[in-house]
């Protein structure tokens, strides 16, 4: 009997700032930033509670050019990925710790003209950075040009 592990991360929030990309020394892209989810609950009296948890999020290779391209300040996101902890050492010398989501798969929730009512069929899904030939956007129409969701054709 084998015994597995996972690390696996999935969130759905709005993005709190810009990416911000680099380069590695080898030419490889890298965007980081940040993402807000907020969750809601209502306390024992009936009272609507809610929180905000931060979260550090880091994307590579075509997924961060991606990222660079489509993704500003407020943007709602599906981000599918894993938690990885690193050590580094900051600028005046301490040693520091961060855990972060490597981010391998996304999605914009969004919708291009704005952040309000937005729908996920809006904007197709993003290639996975692990395999971007997997879900290649070649043949696809542009984004503006798919149809837009009626409500008023839904049918209950």
């Known amino acids: 009997m ?3 592990s996972l690390n696996k991360v999935q969130l759905i929030g709005n993005l709190t700032r810009d990416p911000e990309c680099r380069y590695t020394p080898s030419g490889t892209q890298v965007c980081s930033f940040g993402l807000a989810t907020n969750r809601e609950w209502a306390n024992g009296n009936g009272e609507k509670q809610s929180s905000v948890e931060y979260h550090s999020l880091v994307v590579w290779s075509k997924l961060a050019g991606i990222c660079q391209s489509f993704l500003h300040k407020g943007t ?5 990925g894993r938690l990885q ?3 580094w050492q900051g600028n005046d010398g301490v040693k520091r710790k961060t855990t972060e989501i490597v981010v391998e798969n996304m999605i914009i929730l969004s919708s291009r003209q704005g952040d ?5 069929n809006e904007v197709p899904p993003l290639p996975n950075s692990e395999n971007p030939t997997e879900e290649s956007s070649e043949g696809q129409e542009p984004a503006e040009d798919l149809p837009t969701d009626d409500e008023s054709d839904i049918p209950f």
């Open 85 to 87: 902890t690193r050590d």
């Open 76 to 80: 709602k996101i599906y981000a599918e």
């Open 116 to 120: 309000a009512g937005a729908s996920n």
């Open 2 to 4: 084998s015994v597995r």
